[in-house]
């Protein structure tokens, strides 16, 4: 994972990452009993920039979650983005960790896409999420070919992650669609590039009294503000809830965003390019339509608010 890994001998490092993940000990005094999330991560951030990467290589600490009795931290280094675990006394550092076992709802490269006449396709995100974005750029151009032949819409994954700004953005995109739906497009395709809510509301011409109301009156019937103020509702004592598709993620085992559902069935679309995504997409077809004979870009978009092209197409906010 990490290419500039100082710890001696690298090739002890590289072959552990490869065989087991690259489990080190990090040997920073006694530790008695659980840390917290945040603590650490603190920790492991801490220990890994003195230790693992050669100098002026900075690592730091993105988001930080539960996952299968560990903490899972998502870090940068450098210009990269990864995945690695923590042991929840502190002590124990995962630099990589292997799957045996799929999770219950996850995706499988493997698995055919179940057929209809008109696919439903549904793009499950973060609104801030950097991964969550990339997808919605691939997802733009794929809507704009298929629209009318799939039915296709951006649903949102049940708590957050990125602060309180991301309920606001999720309720405003969960409202347009709802009620301007022929606006969100135009809406999304500005926010995705530009990350400036109030000048892509003006340039959809979304109506601003009806967007309100729609914001306060599904702010109230799913306590989405009274549970984000209440720090006992949170999932894992960490994520604010959002449940306004609680009921779609329960249904379809959600656990990150993005997840992409197509009848019924969560599918992996990899790489995350326009052309990947219509492709899979045109699998889910009884009958093919005119529509999928025509090319779409293979560039993989950039994570994150922004234009251009980017390289990884993996990741997950989870």
């Not at 920790?43 to 730091?60: H, M, R, T």
């Not at 979650?65 to 998502?74: A, C, D, F, N």
Request: net charge negative; charged share 25%; glycine share 8%.
């Amino acid at each position: 994972m990490f290419k500039k890994i100082l710890l001696i001998p690298i090739a002890i490092v590289v072959a552990g990452a490869i065989i087991a993940g690259a489990i080190i000990y990090i040997n920073q005094g006694k530790v008695s009993g659980s840390l917290s999330p945040q603590n650490a991560a603190e920790k492991a951030i801490d220990y890994i920039n003195k230790n693992l990467v050669a100098e002026g290589v900075n690592v730091s600490l993105i988001t930080v979650s539960e996952e299968s009795g560990v903490y899972k931290i998502h870090i940068q280094v450098g210009e990269q983005e990864y995945d690695s675990y923590v042991s929840k006394d502190g002590k124990l550092l995962f630099i990589e960790a292997i799957k045996i076992e799929p999770s219950p709802g996850e995706e499988s490269d493997s698995e055919e896409v179940t057929k209809s006449d008109k696919p439903d396709v549904k793009l499950f995100v973060m609104s801030y999420c950097p991964y969550g974005l990339q997808a919605q750029k691939m997802f733009l151009p794929v809507y704009d070919l298929l629209k009318g032949k799939a039915e296709m819409g951006v649903y949102f994954v049940n708590y957050i992650m990125h602060e309180k700004q991301e309920i606001d953005e999720n309720l405003r995109q969960y409202c347009i669609q709802k009620e301007q739906e022929s606006k969100y497009y135009d809406y999304l395709n500005c926010f995705v590039i530009d990350g400036d809510f109030e000048k892509c509301l003006s340039e959809a011409n979304i109506d601003r009294t009806k967007l309100a109301t729609c914001v306060s009156e599904t702010d109230k019937e799913y306590n989405i503000t009274a549970q984000y103020n209440d720090k006992s509702t949170w999932l894992n004592g960490m994520f604010p809830k959002f449940d306004v598709h609680t009921d779609l993620n329960e249904k379809y085992g959600i656990q990150g965003s993005p997840t992409i559902v197509i009848n019924d069935q969560v599918v992996n679309v990899s790489p995350r390019s326009p052309e990947k995504f219509k492709e899979v997409i045109c699998q889910a077809f009884n009958s093919l339509p005119e529509e999928c004979s025509q090319v779409l870009s293979d560039d993989i978009a950039s994570t994150g608010i922004g234009g251009g092209t980017g390289s990884s197409s993996g990741g997950t906010c989870d």
